[in-house]
């Protein structure tokens, strides 16, 4: 077990884990964030998508302790009152069937956007093939990117 | 108005009524836990009012109602609701849904399975809102001193016209709960439904997108472990010996021990399917020491059955549709003679292999067990058989377990099979502590309750005059066969025979969404694709030639589909999708099926593009009576088109010496957003009969139409799924 200092959601936490754990298990045991979702462990399936100073990473299996005092944004610090843009685009599609995947195409989709704000369906396409939503609500992903961008 | 005597969960009512009997009660204990986030505008009532087991209202006209079925993304939270609303007639801005726990004093069917949660709920669910409406205008009328009978309510107000007098719900809500349960109902007509028929948003949405807890997996409580299992590595194999001295002593590990969740001599359930009651479990204090613990277990395994493979299922497979069973599923006419006597015979066979569920959420539960009760709270398709199951195994009796049920991460049929929520239970009542069970992804998809492998023969007759003379379908299957026997195009066929196999096997299988479907329709489908075409005619045509026949004529009594409605939605298709036209570098492809109740026609059109063939767009036409969503609606049947495309293109579960090859993502593909449809255009057949099955249909059609499109757009039929593994031009 080892202390480390964290800042998540632009607040300083200090959790005592073994050194390498996962962020993922950082952030739904310790620290009581649980919109990150695990799905596969591996990086394969997008569910456990965070920021990492802005960047879309997935944190199941990037240890507590490469992280360090970098900034770490969850779904729960996406936006303050849930209306990103990104958030407010999912809502006006109704994109979720069992929403388990959600959080992390959102926080992944989020990514894209800062990056190519008006991105093409191959760009979407490509960025978001790493995310897994198995109740098949990919049209809607889309349109609702396209509506955040647009918006 | 239709007069409906309040027959439907009676018990719920009495109970309500004499729980409501001193005017006030305040809200189930389970509400606090599911407090409205600040974005939902509602101001919470002080006092809340019971009117029945299904609704209460607060005094200031804010409505709670309990959605009672579980929720596995097929969207019943905002249905089922939607439905008592409509009845009870109130503004569905002011309505809060929670999931009900299992209850079986007050509901019924508690369950999410069949795509029957609507169907079979409708009357209970509208009763449920009448009853209430009836006894808030009963508690006015009394008030007011005016007969009921001149009372109207619109948007949560009732109104007397004569006098000008208004009250809203809340006004006269604690009036209401004290007024007798009435004898009979009107339930409204179809024409004067507000809520029903319109597009309302998920529930849970905003929740979803901020990353609420809301999920079995999210669950956290004070003192609560984290428990894993490892079961046997392959099927046919069990425990023999277990070295923990090096988990054991990692940080974090409480215990290590073995279980065996299905003892001997319980009475089980017909959701106990388990090929791994014995388990290894470790207990640790958080899921990721638990994790590693687990890679820690140096575990010795023996075998005790056969270890099975995807070669040898193959051959066995093979070897049983070559021969015919001792009697037949459905015979009419001769279909021997009609072959023999045949101009044009086609035969063809087709298959599909395992497939697991996959849900995103993998299995889990939470439970904590004490010698007075149990507490459950997790993802569970069928509560009320894991209730009693768990009674069983921990000998509680029923009325000391309590089942909440969370929002599933998926279902797809997984969830139907309770055996993570008995092993918590288990483990609980073992380490006198709360757990939380949770399975890696490795662990779940090698868990078995797959979808069976399958294989079918078709043959069919043509006559001269290409006339479809005789039909024969011959299907075997893992722990059954996929045969509907009594399904089209049985009744529009002089000449039918159907025959069933069953395969032995000690991978244990389940419901799959849509199940025997997700691969009969793909498989019949495409081979009438290709009888049509030999029969030189347009393969609607064609199918609608069939349909006529069964209207004008039907062979046999046990036909188990209406010709019409099945006719109706392939009309409809074929106009929305402008059947028939030119379509320049695209394949199209039709396909038309019935199950759950609904009937589904779908256009499929695929682009090659120059690259590997995709599809572009899927045109769906369905008839499920009164669609009470039409956004959920049209959700689900975008999803089980994604769902079907995606499974029959890329998706296999095998096996090597009983051991799953499959263990995770990197392995097992499913479909990604850049493989999924372009574009989903949905329409629903305008109807006034009450609805049945949507989270299924849309599924088992669509395979049929991606296989003839597919054809279309490459010159190659395709037989055995996944179409795409080894094929260069789908890859």
Same mark, same amino acid.
């Given at each position: 077990?080892?202390?480390?200092?964290?800042?998540?959601?632009?607040?300083?936490?200090?959790?005592? @884990?073994?050194?390498?754990?996962?962020? +993922?298990?950082?952030?739904?045991?310790?620290?009581?964030? =649980?919109g *990150?979702?695990? !799905?596969?462990?591996?990086?394969?399936?997008?569910?456990?998508?965070?920021?990492?100073?802005? @960047?879309?990473?997935?944190?199941?299996? +990037?240890?507590?302790?490469?992280?360090?005092?970098?900034? =770490?944004? *969850?779904?729960? !610090?996406?936006?303050?009152?849930g209306?990103?843009?990104?958030q407010?685009?999912w809502i006006?599609?109704d994109v979720a069937q069992c929403g388990y995947?959600q959080a992390?195409?959102?926080?992944?989709?989020?990514?894209?956007?800062?990056?190519?704000?008006?991105?093409?369906?191959?760009?979407?396409?490509?960025?978001?093939?790493?995310?897994?939503?198995?109740c098949?609500?990919?049209?809607?992903?889309?349109?609702?990117?396209?509506?955040?961008?647009?918006? | 108005?239709?007069?409906?005597?309040?027959?439907?969960?009676?018990?719920?009512?009495?109970?309500?009524?004499?729980?409501?009997?001193?005017?006030?009660?305040?809200?189930?204990?389970?509400?606090?836990?599911c407090k409205p986030s600040?974005e939902e505008?509602?101001?919470?009532?002080?006092?809340?009012?019971?009117?029945?087991?299904?609704?209460?209202?607060?005094?200031?006209?804010?409505?709670?109602i309990?959605s009672?079925?579980p929720e596995i993304g097929q969207n019943v939270k905002t249905a089922m609701p939607m439905?008592?609303?409509?009845?009870?007639?109130?503004?569905?801005?002011?309505v809060i849904v929670e999931q009900?726990?299992?209850?079986?004093?007050?509901?019924?069917?508690?369950?999410?399975?069949?795509?029957?949660?609507?169907?079979?709920?409708?009357?209970?669910?509208?009763?449920?809102?009448?009853?209430?409406?009836?006894?808030?205008?009963?508690?006015?009328?009394?008030?007011?001193?005016?007969?009921?009978?001149?009372?109207?309510?619109?948007?949560?107000?009732?109104?007397?016209?004569?006098?000008?007098?208004?009250?809203?719900?809340?006004?006269?809500?604690?009036?209401?709960?004290?007024?007798?349960?009435?004898?009979?109902?009107?339930?409204?007509?179809?024409?004067?439904?507000?809520?029903?028929?319109?597009?309302r948003k998920n529930v849970d949405g905003k929740k979803l997108y901020t990353g609420q807890p809301l999920f079995?997996?999210d669950?956290?409580?004070?003192?609560?472990?984290?428990?894993?299992?490892?079961?046997?590595?392959?099927?046919?194999?069990?425990?023999?010996?277990?070295?923990?001295?090096?988990?054991?002593?990692?940080?974090?590990?409480?215990?290590?021990?073995?279980?065996?969740?299905?003892?001997?001599?319980?009475?089980?359930?017909?959701?106990?399917?388990?090929?791994?009651?014995?388990?290894?479990?470790?207990?640790?204090?958080?899921?990721?020491?638990?994790?590693?613990?687990?890679?820690?277990?140096?575990?010795?395994?023996?075998?005790?059955?056969?270890?099975?493979?995807?070669?040898?299922?193959?051959?066995?497979?093979?070897?049983?549709?070559?021969?015919?069973?001792?009697?037949?599923?459905?015979?009419?006419?001769?279909?021997?003679?009609?072959?023999?006597?045949?101009?044009?015979?086609?035969?063809?066979?087709?298959?599909?292999?395992?497939?697991?569920?996959?849900?995103?959420e993998?299995?889990?539960?939470?439970?904590?067990?004490?010698?007075?009760?149990?507490?459950?709270?997790?993802p569970?398709?069928?509560?009320?058989?894991?209730?009693?199951?768990?009674?069983?195994?921990?000998?509680?009796?029923?009325?000391?377990?309590?089942?909440?049920m969370t929002r599933m991460g998926?279902?797809?049929?997984?969830?139907?099979?309770?055996?993570?929520?008995?092993?918590?239970?288990?483990?609980?009542?073992?380490?006198?502590?709360?757990?939380?069970?949770?399975?890696?992804?490795?662990?779940?998809?090698?868990?078995?309750?797959?979808?069976?492998?399958?294989?079918?023969?078709?043959?069919?007759?043509?006559?001269?005059?290409?006339?479809?003379?005789?039909?024969?379908?011959?299907?075997?299957?893992?722990?059954?066969?996929?045969?509907?026997?009594?399904?089209?195009?049985?009744?529009?066929?002089?000449?039918?025979?159907?025959?069933?196999?069953?395969?032995?096997?000690?991978?244990?299988?389940?419901?799959?969404?849509?199940?025997?479907?997700?691969?009969?329709?793909?498989?019949?489908?495409?081979?009438?694709?290709?009888?049509?075409?030999?029969?030189?005619?347009?393969?609607?045509?064609?199918?609608?030639?069939?349909?006529?026949?069964?209207?004008?004529?039907?062979?046999?009594?046990?036909?188990?589909?209406?010709?019409?409605?099945?006719?109706?939605?392939?009309?409809?298709?074929?106009?929305?999708?402008?059947?028939?036209?030119?379509?320049?570098?695209?394949?199209?492809?039709?396909?038309?099926?019935?199950?759950?109740?609904?009937?589904?026609?779908?256009?499929?059109?695929?682009?090659?593009?120059?690259?590997?063939?995709?599809?572009?767009?899927?045109?769906?036409?369905?008839?499920?009576?009164?669609?009470?969503n039409?956004e959920g609606?049209?959700n689900?049947?975008?999803?089980?088109?994604?769902?079907?495309?995606?499974?029959?293109?890329?998706?296999?579960?095998?096996?090597?010496?009983?051991?799953?090859?499959?263990?995770?993502?990197?392995?097992?593909?499913?479909?990604?957003?850049?493989?999924?449809?372009?574009?989903?255009?949905?329409?629903?057949?305008?109807?006034?009969?009450?609805?049945?099955?949507?989270?299924?249909?849309?599924?088992?059609?669509?395979?049929?139409?991606?296989?003839?499109?597919?054809?279309?757009?490459?010159?190659?039929?395709?037989?055995?799924?996944?179409?795409?593994?080894?094929?260069?031009?789908?890859?």
């Amino acid at each position: 077990m080892a202390t480390f200092n964290l800042n998540i959601n632009g607040k300083k936490q200090q959790v005592d @884990v073994d050194a390498d754990t996962p962020l +993922l298990w950082v952030l739904r045991d310790h620290v009581n964030l =649980v919109g *990150t979702k695990y !799905g596969c462990g591996i990086n394969q399936c997008g569910a456990c998508t965070v920021h990492l100073n802005g @960047v879309a990473m997935r944190s199941c299996m +990037l240890p507590i302790s490469q992280v360090g005092e970098q900034a =770490v944004t *969850t779904i729960e !610090g996406l936006s303050e009152n849930g209306d990103h843009p990104v958030q407010k685009a999912w809502i006006e599609h109704d994109v979720a069937q069992c929403g388990y995947c959600q959080a992390g195409q959102i926080m992944n989709a989020a990514a894209l956007l800062k990056n190519s704000p008006n991105p093409s369906d191959e760009e979407i396409e490509g960025a978001m093939a790493g995310n897994i939503c198995r109740c098949g609500t990919y049209v809607r992903i889309k349109a609702a990117i396209k509506t955040a961008a647009a918006g | 108005m239709t007069l409906v005597k309040t027959t439907y969960n009676r018990r719920s009512f009495l109970k309500s009524t004499a729980l409501a009997g001193g005017g006030m009660v305040l809200g189930f204990s389970w509400l606090a836990s599911c407090k409205p986030s600040a974005e939902e505008v509602l101001a919470m009532p002080k006092e809340w009012f019971d009117i029945n087991g299904f609704l209460k209202i607060g005094e200031n006209g804010v409505v709670t109602i309990m959605s009672p079925n579980p929720e596995i993304g097929q969207n019943v939270k905002t249905a089922m609701p939607m439905i008592v609303a409509e009845e009870l007639d109130v503004d569905w801005k002011k309505v809060i849904v929670e999931q009900a726990p299992l209850n079986t004093d007050i509901f019924t069917r508690q369950l999410a399975g069949g795509s029957q949660s609507i169907r079979q709920g409708w009357q209970g669910l509208r009763m449920a809102g009448a009853t209430a409406r009836r006894m808030l205008m009963e508690a006015a009328a009394k008030q007011w001193g005016v007969p009921v009978e001149e009372l109207t309510t619109e948007a949560g107000v009732i109104s007397h016209k004569n006098s000008g007098k208004t009250a809203g719900y809340g006004e006269v809500a604690s009036a209401a709960a004290g007024i007798p349960v009435p004898e009979e109902v009107e339930l409204k007509d179809v024409k004067d439904f507000r809520i029903i028929g319109t597009p309302r948003k998920n529930v849970d949405g905003k929740k979803l997108y901020t990353g609420q807890p809301l999920f079995g997996l999210d669950i956290q409580r004070e003192g609560m472990l984290i428990a894993m299992i490892e079961h046997p590595p392959a099927f046919g194999m069990k425990v023999k010996s277990v070295d923990d001295s090096a988990a054991r002593a990692m940080s974090g590990v409480k215990d290590v021990f073995t279980i065996n969740s299905l003892p001997e001599g319980i009475e089980k359930q017909w959701s106990d399917t388990n090929a791994f009651p014995e388990l290894v479990v470790v207990v640790a204090e958080s899921t990721w020491q638990a994790m590693k613990a687990k890679k820690a277990l140096r575990i010795e395994w023996e075998r005790t059955g056969d270890a099975e493979s995807t070669a040898g299922h193959a051959a066995k497979l093979d070897e049983l549709i070559a021969k015919a069973p001792a009697e037949p599923a459905r015979k009419d006419g001769d279909p021997e003679a009609a072959f023999k006597n045949a101009a044009k015979v086609i035969e063809r066979t087709y298959s599909a292999p395992f497939l697991a569920h996959n849900t995103m959420e993998p299995m889990n539960f939470f439970a904590h067990v004490t010698d007075e009760k149990a507490e459950l709270v997790g993802p569970i398709q069928t509560p009320e058989f894991l209730e009693k199951t768990i009674s069983a195994v921990t000998g509680l009796p029923l009325e000391k377990i309590h089942i909440d049920m969370t929002r599933m991460g998926g279902g797809f049929g997984r969830r139907l099979y309770g055996h993570f929520g008995v092993e918590a239970a288990v483990i609980s009542q073992k380490v006198k502590a709360p757990v939380k069970l949770v399975y890696t992804r490795d662990d779940d998809m090698t868990q078995g309750t797959y979808r069976p492998g399958y294989k079918v023969l078709y043959r069919a007759a043509l006559d001269e005059n290409n006339n479809l003379i005789a039909f024969h379908v011959r299907g075997a299957g893992t722990h059954g066969s996929p045969i509907f026997a009594n399904r089209f195009p049985a009744g529009a066929v002089d000449n039918y025979l159907a025959e069933e196999h069953s395969l032995d096997s000690n991978i244990s299988t389940g419901a799959w969404r849509a199940p025997r479907s997700n691969f009969i329709a793909g498989a019949e489908q495409a081979f009438l694709d290709e009888v049509a075409e030999a029969a030189g005619k347009d393969p609607i045509d064609f199918r609608l030639e069939l349909f006529d026949r069964a209207i004008k004529n039907p062979v046999g009594k046990d036909n188990d589909y209406d010709a019409e409605r099945y006719a109706g939605v392939l009309k409809l298709v074929k106009e929305k999708a402008g059947w028939g036209k030119d379509m320049p570098g695209v394949g199209r492809g039709v396909s038309a099926y019935f199950c759950h109740n609904s009937y589904v026609a779908q256009v499929v059109d695929v682009a090659t593009d120059g690259g590997s063939p995709r599809v572009k767009k899927v045109w769906c036409a369905v008839d499920c009576g009164i669609v009470v969503n039409p956004e959920g609606a049209i959700n689900q049947i975008e999803g089980g088109i994604v769902d079907g495309i995606g499974h029959a293109m890329y998706s296999a579960m095998t096996f090597k010496e009983g051991k799953p090859e499959q263990s995770n993502f990197d392995k097992y593909r499913l479909i990604r957003i850049n493989e999924a449809p372009a574009e989903i255009e949905t329409h629903f057949v305008e109807s006034d009969i009450d609805p049945t099955g949507l989270g299924e249909p849309s599924l088992p059609p669509v395979i049929g139409a991606l296989a003839n499109a597919l054809y279309k757009a490459t010159g190659k039929r395709v037989y055995d799924q996944p179409f795409a593994m080894g094929s260069a031009v789908l890859g």
